[in-house]
């Protein structure tokens, strides 16, 4: 079933309130998150997404004009890297609810606008079916839009559905009759739909991002647009979907930070090698010291990197002027984005050298930091944002225009 409404949901209008609000959130969550954790898929969590969906966050970035806060990547930024550094799953179940809340501003009709922001200022969530197995590129796509007896159809599979599962909507990329591509919103428990929970990995497993089938489901055609053209002119869509992963990745760094010190003033003692010289506890270790000082210092600059990221994609605005603007917002969450997440894979190991073998004890699920730093990490290649910010900045290429940069 998919998501279950908060009979009243909050309208925030601010920057400010809505990152008070994400406070409250990761305040709520943090009690659960590593039991979300080690449950994975055994227990999808309804009850953590319940107060997300039901917190006025989902909302934050639709238009004024529909009833919405209208606030930008900054403020959305800050309010996913708030949520990331409890539970950076929850955190990531949103990513392309509000990537589809951008798209709709854009591309979509007015009714088609009011259909859908109405149910998300309501907590209503969209849902993710983009990927597939066995293509790179969209003409590569297996699902399709199929006309027929006067309607349109929907049929195929998707892979890494994260959020699709206790979704109100699912956006779903699919070819057309000519081969063009669109994105198709149906609703989550439709005919034919069918949301899988078979995700088995290492880190984020709380995201249930399992496979989606769509069995000829029926596609109401004011519910569909074309999703190519977006990416046939400047944009900045795929800079502001990176900059959520971002501030995610961003997140698990700060919380591996902020669970090490905890660790280290609480709970663990002082190696026996600087006990011999003459240190009491971890803060008395130079080796701890420096450590620790390292990689907060390393904290606090893809912060700096991310703040900087959303600041540039809020001048530049939802539709860039030409392709240089475009270029500019891309390549700082390139920059945001790459070094956030080799900054949280080593803020996670990191933890361990620092508080020691007792930080490795399964029940204080520590190496959760680690996990789901790798995993989300790995969304897509970091070594190619590095490559373009080099093209870029030495030979004036610009990036790449599409949803990954």
């Not at 899988?196 to 489901?217: E, K, L, N, Y």
């Not at 944009?235 to 990176?242: D, I, K, S, Y």
Request: charged share 25%; net charge negative; with cysteine.
């Amino acid at each position: 079933m998919g998501v279950s409404h908060a009979s009243a949901v909050p309208l925030l209008r601010s920057a400010d309130e809505a990152v008070a609000v994400a406070h409250q959130v990761a305040e709520t969550l943090a009690e659960g998150a590593a039991e979300r954790d080690r449950a994975g898929a055994a227990c999808v969590p309804r009850d953590a997404l319940a107060v997300l969906d039901g917190s006025g966050l989902l909302a934050i970035t639709v238009p004024e004009a529909f009833g919405g806060a209208d606030l930008g990547p900054e403020a959305l930024a800050e309010v996913i890297r708030v949520v990331a550094a409890v539970d950076p799953a929850i955190a990531q179940v949103p990513q392309v609810h509000y990537l589809f809340v951008d798209v709709l501003r854009v591309w979509g009709d007015e009714a088609l606008q009011a259909r859908l922001f109405a149910d998300v200022l309501g907590g209503g969530r969209i849902g993710n079916a983009l990927a597939e197995r066995g293509g790179k590129h969209a003409q590569d796509l297996k699902t399709r839009v199929v006309d027929q007896d006067g309607g349109a159809i929907l049929r195929g599979r998707k892979y890494y559905c994260t959020g699709a599962l206790t979704a109100q909507w699912i956006g779903v990329s699919a070819l057309d009759a000519g081969d063009r591509l669109v994105v198709a919103f149906v609703e989550r428990d439709a005919p034919g739909v069918e949301v899988g929970d078979d995700w088995d990995v290492m880190g984020q497993r709380a995201t249930i991002s399992g496979t989606t089938t769509f069995d000829d489901v029926a596609v109401d055609p004011a519910l569909r647009l074309d999703y190519a053209r977006a990416f046939e002119v400047p944009q900045q869509l795929g800079a502001r979907a990176q900059l959520v992963h971002a501030a995610i990745e961003v997140g698990i760094a700060g919380g591996a930070l902020r669970d090490a010190r905890a660790f280290l003033r609480e709970r663990a003692r002082p190696s026996s090698e600087a006990v011999r010289y003459g240190a009491g506890a971890p803060a008395g270790d130079p080796h701890v010291l420096h450590r620790y000082g390292r990689i907060a210092a390393r904290v606090g600059a893809a912060e700096a990197l991310l703040r900087d990221a959303a600041r540039t994609l809020d001048a530049i605005g939802l539709v860039p002027a030409d392709d240089e603007a475009a270029a500019r917002g891309s390549l700082a969450v390139a920059a945001a984005k790459a070094f956030g997440s080799e900054v949280a894979v080593d803020a996670g190991s990191e933890l361990f050298a620092l508080c020691g073998t007792s930080a490795a004890d399964a029940r204080h699920d520590l190496d959760r930091h680690w996990r789901n730093a790798r995993t989300h990490s790995v969304h897509d290649p970091v070594d190619w944002k590095y490559h373009h910010i080099g093209a870029f900045a030495l030979a004036d290429v610009l990036p790449p225009n599409h949803g990954q940069l």
